[in-house]
């Protein structure tokens, strides 16, 4: 596979590019890492077009794609382009690449995609299907809970906004959803000042304020936040999904969204939105 940055991956310097290094020591297999300084890092964008820096060290060559909770912390793809994914000691060199977004020859474009996406028209990713003759809960919840789900998107793919399955009383409340990664990492939400619920027993398209460009084969949560009581939306009850299958709540005020998201690894009846990505 081409190497976009023209870089031998194996080279544990290299003098053109800027540096930083490792705050703490990363594991093979973990997905956040912290920098002692982010200048230079570049976190991808779709309303920008921006695409996330490649970080370089020790012959593992990563892909940024995201912020983390903590400032100088960020999401990685590990291993890309065929290099090994390998543990990393703290203080560790880290070399940081940036692609070209354009070379002023229009004979030869340069491309500014994070990666390239594997369905390029992607529609609605939904969460586990209800089961034929049972019925979800549509009890009232609890102003400024945050009641979340567990999603698997299996393919890279843009996403700009949740669709929430509405009970039948609408139109009372405002809804804020939110887009968390695996760890509980705030990735995506709607405005803050709520969406006004629309559309009884039927999907709600709610937009992000900024789309994002997500990394297949993962795992994520879908949350919904309402600032009343009256309003309906549906939520999966035991029966209705795996026993592993990840769904609960935490308890909040409208309009601020906890970051990070306690996730505990359990189901919770009646508590998981029924929705999905799209």
């Known amino acids: 596979m081409p190497n976009p940055t ?3 991956v194996g080279a544990v310097s290299n003098p053109l590019l800027p540096s930083t290094t490792l705050s703490s020591s990363v594991g093979k297999s973990d997905l956040l890492v912290t920098l002692a300084s982010g200048t230079n890092v570049t976190v991808p964008a779709l309303s920008t077009g921006s695409s996330g820096s490649y970080l370089l060290l020790n012959g593992e060559m990563m892909l940024v794609t995201g912020a983390g909770a903590v400032t100088g912390t960020y999401r990685v793809r590990r291993g890309v382009y065929g290099t090994p994914a390998q543990p990393h000691a703290a203080n560790a060199t880290v070399w940081i690449a940036n692609e070209a977004t354009s070379s002023g020859d229009s ?5 500014n995609a994070l990666f390239a996406l594997d369905d390029a028209n992607p529609t609605m990713t939904a969460t586990p299907g209800i089961a034929p003759g049972s019925t979800p809960s549509s009890a009232a919840s609890v102003s400024g809970t945050v009641y979340w789900s567990q999603i698997k998107v299996t393919e890279n793919r843009p996403a ?4 929430v399955l509405n ?3 609408v139109g009372t409340d405002s809804l804020i959803v939110a887009l968390y990664d695996f760890a509980g990492n705030l990735i995506a939400n709607s405005a803050l000042a709520g969406t006004l619920s629309a559309g009884a027993s039927l999907y709600q398209s709610i937009a992000f304020v900024t789309p994002v460009e997500l990394s297949g084969n993962r795992s994520y949560f879908l949350a919904v936040q309402q600032n009343g009581t009256t309003a309906l939306f549906q939520k999966y009850v035991t029966g209705q999904v795996p026993t592993n299958y990840q769904a609960g709540s935490q308890t909040g005020v409208f309009g601020t969204l906890p970051n990070p998201l306690t996730l505990p690894n359990t189901f919770t009846t009646a508590k998981g939105p029924i929705g999905g990505i799209y």
């Open 6 to 8: 023209g870089l031998s």
């Open 107 to 111: 004979s030869r474009p340069f491309t």
């Open 160 to 163: 700009t906004g949740i669709v």
């Open 167 to 169: 009970g039948g009383t």
